[in-house]
């Protein structure tokens, strides 16, 4: 079994910055397991932000040019999130594609003047 702990969500007013920090545990966890963030507004559907696999990455359509997804080992995943909008705001979950999925706790994005 995998656990996904998510930190860095926060406060942060438009235009600012913040860094998205995930580490995976559970036995069997390797750098060919994709892996990717997605975010859940109140009243909407959870949506892609990013994903990275093996081969590459892909982005969502309204954070490409702004956000950027990274992995620092086999087992710990970034998302840094620059030119930040108030549409940003979500809670953001870590997602490991194992068999049947794998979802973290979710951290607060908020972004506001």
């Known amino acids: 079994q995998v656990q996904l702990v998510e930190s860095g969500g926060g406060l942060v007013q438009p235009g600012g910055s913040l860094r998205l920090s995930c580490v995976a545990s559970?036995?069997?966890?390797?750098?060919?397991?994709?892996m990717g963030w997605y975010r859940q507004a109140p009243g909407k559907q959870r949506e892609l932000v990013a994903r990275i696999t093996w081969h590459g990455t892909d982005y969502g359509d309204s954070v490409k040019d702004r956000f950027t997804i990274s992995r620092g080992n086999a087992n710990t995943v970034y998302l840094q999130m620059n030119s930040l909008k108030p549409e940003d705001t979500a809670v953001y979950y870590c997602?490991?594609?194992?068999?049947?999925?794998?979802w973290g706790q979710g951290t607060q994005v908020t972004v506001s003047s």
């Open positions: 997602n490991a594609e194992t068999p049947g999925g794998s």
């Open positions: 559970g036995s069997g966890f390797g750098i060919y397991i994709a």
